[in-house]
């Protein structure tokens, strides 16, 4: 019997207007039932769930005031009630009252950190536990992804690569995932997480969480049907790109030399063409050459 997987949710804050309706509307024409989040707006509200809903069918409003910490701890809980599950959280709406340096005050300070900082962080440990009780009821593969965390990375000139492996930006998303996501997004392994638009950001989250999606129900990682393996990039060094017929390559990257696989002739966006770095070490195409650099002492833990 086949397993039906329900549409993924997501919670966009901010949702009735301005970017936060474009990112809910982008959202729903990629399949995620979006729960639009909205403070005061009510009536741009309920036109951003009608746009939803005709894109993908399924969408509700939820008022809450980012300001206020029992609306904040209480707003996952009834995105949750409503749906059933939470699988992603964007935070888009903020606070951007102006002042300067003659009107600063504690008072203003607080009141855009409250919102700006302190609810994004208690949504993401929410969706924490949601996920985590997800899994105790042997849901063993529920995944979640908070868009701002990817957005706003400590360190906006790390390589997207290794960004994705950081399994507090993107939970699930191993080596496999990352190279196919790269891939698929078309987004260079080297370009700096910085330089990510929120466009870029949701192709990511959007494209990690349909894949992962996919895979849920059979052993065989599959995100290309129509290459053979299944796979676009993982494990093809040397081979032609699908997708451009260019010659997909093979590096190690990052701490740990992790295996990154991609194309550079077509996965070009926000590539900075740096000069790489030391521990890009380029892998000989034989296989042979390829298993003996694996077995280097400094290599064996490295995969």
């Not at 949702?15 to 039932?33: H, M, N, Q, T």
């Not at 609810?119 to 063993?140: F, M, T, V």
């Not at 770095?277 to 195409?285: A, G, H, I, K, L």
Request: charge should be neutral.
């Amino acid at each position: 019997m086949q397993v039906t997987t329900p549409a993924p949710v997501v919670l966009v804050t901010g949702a009735a207007k301005r970017l936060g309706r474009e990112i809910a509307l982008a959202l729903a024409a990629g399949g995620w039932r979006v729960a639009v989040h909205y403070r005061s707006s009510e009536q741009d509200a309920i036109n951003t769930v009608a746009a939803c809903a005709g894109k993908q069918g399924d969408s509700a409003l939820f008022d809450a005031d980012l300001g206020n910490e029992t609306d904040v701890n209480g707003l996952l809980l009834r995105v949750v009630t409503r749906f059933g599950q939470v699988d992603a959280v964007v935070n888009s709406a903020s606070a951007f009252e102006q002042d300067d340096a003659a009107s600063f005050c504690f008072a203003t300070l607080e009141k855009h950190l409250r919102s700006n900082t302190g609810a994004p962080i208690l949504l993401a440990q929410a969706l924490h536990a949601h996920l985590a009780s997800r899994n105790a009821k042997g849901e063993n593969l529920a995944r979640g992804a908070v868009v701002n965390l990817l957005l706003g990375y400590p360190d906006p000139s790390a390589r997207l690569a290794e960004v994705l492996l950081d399994q507090r930006v993107m939970c699930g998303v191993g080596n496999v995932y990352r190279c196919e996501v790269l891939w698929a997004t078309e987004l260079s392994p080297y370009a700096p997480v910085g330089a990510l638009s929120e466009h870029d950001a949701i192709r990511v989250v959007n494209t990690a969480a349909r894949m992962l999606r996919s895979n849920l129900h059979h052993a065989k990682r599959i995100t290309e049907p129509s290459v053979k393996g299944g796979l676009a990039v993982y494990g093809r060094n040397v081979q032609r790109c699908s997708r451009c017929a260019d010659t997909i390559k093979c590096r190690r990257m990052g701490e740990h030399l992790r295996l990154l696989y991609w194309c550079p002739g077509c996965q070009t966006h926000l590539d900075p063409k740096p000069e790489r770095s030391s521990d890009d070490t380029p892998m000989d195409p034989h296989p042979a050459a390829q298993r003996w650099i694996a077995d280097l002492p400094w290599n064996r833990d490295a995969g």
